[in-house]
């Protein structure tokens, strides 16, 4: 997890797959975010029952523009951002 500049907060935990999935992807990508484990903080998984219309889905994604995503994939979360995580936009081989 990288927190220099980042773009986003992912609410999630330990165990989700798709919260691994997820994070895998935007660190393939160089993409920082802060990550918030809502079974360590019970005031993250009051905000996401509160955003998830009563369930705890995870991951939940929040940018800093205020946009909210619901257990998006790393792509919808790319193209949030303006990327499209190829090796030519990420400048990895």
């Given at each position: ?5 980042a ?47 009563g ?39």
């Amino acid at each position: 997890m990288s927190t220099l500049s980042a773009a986003m907060t992912i609410y999630s935990t330990t165990w989700c797959g798709d919260c691994i999935r997820l994070k895998s992807a935007l660190d393939r990508s160089g993409v920082a975010y802060r990550e918030i484990d809502i079974e360590q903080d019970s005031s993250a998984a009051d905000f996401v029952v509160r955003v998830n219309d009563g369930n705890q889905s995870v991951p939940t994604v929040v940018f800093d523009d205020g946009t909210v995503m619901i257990e998006p994939s790393g792509r919808q979360v790319l193209e949030h951002l303006g990327r499209d995580g190829s090796p030519a936009a990420t400048g990895r081989p």
